[in-house]
């Protein structure tokens, strides 16, 4: 009888263990499908959030003009700041340097009394010329980038490392030669350059048998100003597209972004 009874109780025993055991599984799948369906989806939803703030948010074409803008304008910005201050273009990569057939004239000029050092006296002017504009022309520039539709923007971001550049010249060039040319003209009058240069042309001019020279300067000057001032808004537009740190606004992250991945 005491035999029947103990292994009635360790049968018992075993059984509520066994339903135990099994109740301790099923808690276990349980949590294992929470964790699946409610826990993974919320930190996937972070991780989408947190890439998008981080510059994945979907771009239109305004976005991609205003960035584009933006860039420009400190491209410019920086440009007009740089070339207008003392030796911006004299004593710099920027430097205005007298034409080939120019030097030809300051060459023999260099015999003639009063003319012995014509070409680096006529080269620190025409610099100095284009310093003095380049600071006026920064409102001409910013004025124009304002201007740039959106109908290329996408384009202009998804191409050449220069392409906004390039679209800046060929939409404004015109535009900004007409209104840098009189402060180019008047920057020259101011260091005396132009009746400086017409009359070093007009005594190369008296000499037997040469061609005869146009006097005529600030055309010239007034292109290689322009090209300069380009040359360092395209210097700064691939310092934008290729160097993360130039990118100094939230825009710039998230527009240039999109062109990283091209």
């Known amino acids: 009888m005491i035999e029947d009874q103990s292994y009635y109780l360790c049968k018992k025993y075993t059984n509520n263990t066994i339903h135990y055991i099994n109740y301790i599984r099923m808690i276990r799948h349980l949590t294992a499908l929470l964790f699946t369906l409610i826990i993974i989806p919320i930190f996937t939803a972070c991780d989408t959030l947190s890439s998008l703030a981080v510059g994945e948010l979907p771009l239109t074409e305004a976005d991609v003009a205003a960035g584009l803008k933006e860039a420009l304008t400190i491209g410019s910005g920086k440009g007009a700041d740089?070339?207008?201050q003392l030796d911006g273009y004299y004593k710099s990569p920027y430097k205005i340097l007298l034409p080939a057939e120019a030097r030809q004239i300051t060459e023999r000029l260099k015999v003639v009394p009063g003319f012995s050092d014509v070409e680096e006296v006529i080269l620190e002017r025409i610099n100095r010329g284009a310093e003095d504009a380049a600071a006026k022309a920064k409102p001409i520039f910013v004025n124009a980038i304002r201007q740039m539709t959106i109908?290329?923007?996408?384009?202009?971001?998804?191409?050449?490392?220069?392409?906004?550049?390039?679209?800046?010249?060929r939409s404004t060039f015109d535009a900004l030669y007409r209104e840098f040319n009189p402060v180019i003209v008047?920057?020259?009058?101011?260091?005396?350059?132009?009746?400086?240069?017409?009359?070093?042309?007009?005594?190369?001019?008296?000499?037997?048998?040469?061609?005869?020279?146009?006097?005529?300067?600030?055309?010239y000057v007034t292109r290689e100003a322009l090209k300069g001032l380009f040359a360092i808004v395209e210097k700064e537009e691939q310092n934008i597209r290729s160097n993360l740190s130039a990118r100094t606004s939230d825009l710039l992250k998230r527009v240039f972004a999109k062109q990283d991945k091209k």
């Open 82 to 84: 740089q070339l207008s």
């Open 151 to 169: 109908t290329d923007a996408m384009n202009i971001l998804m191409g050449n490392n220069d392409a906004a550049t390039r679209y800046l010249e």
């Open 186 to 219: 008047e920057s020259l009058d101011k260091f005396n350059a132009r009746k400086y240069w017409a009359d070093a042309v007009n005594a190369y001019n008296r000499i037997p048998l040469v061609n005869k020279a146009n006097p005529s300067l600030d055309d």
